[in-house]
């Protein structure tokens, strides 16, 4: 994949009252979860009750930024014509480090993507704004400076 990620004409997230902390921590390269304050269990996606214990004392945390692939998709057929320039690429859920999965880009590495990957927080320009996308922890390692 050498198409600019940063110049495709991606739709924009919808943002929310809710989701607004996640979208601002993302822009700035972080990614904000949820954290249960009554049974300590981390949340997402946003939401305004906790999914373990009904609990509405939900707080903001930032997330580690290690996950583990557990399934992905190379797409070839985009669901929004923004995205063609791009294919093929893939789309991973990624189990976070907290517990939670999410889905994201994956970016391209060394070699293609398999399930169990580890993989750690890769925050890209995409459409004009920064999105957490995620890399293996090998590809990281192999890209470090000299
Ligand atoms: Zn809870």
New binding site residues.
Partial sequence: MSVDLNALKTPAPTITALTQPFWDAAAQGRLKIQH?E????A?FYPRSI??????T?LAWRDASGRGRLKSFSQVHKPGHPGWLPAAPYVVGLVELAEGPTMLSFILPGARPPHVGDALMLAPTAIGGRVLPAFKSVETATEEKPQ
């Fill in positions: 249960c009554d049974c300590d269990k949340v906790c999914p373990h214990c009904w609990s004392r």
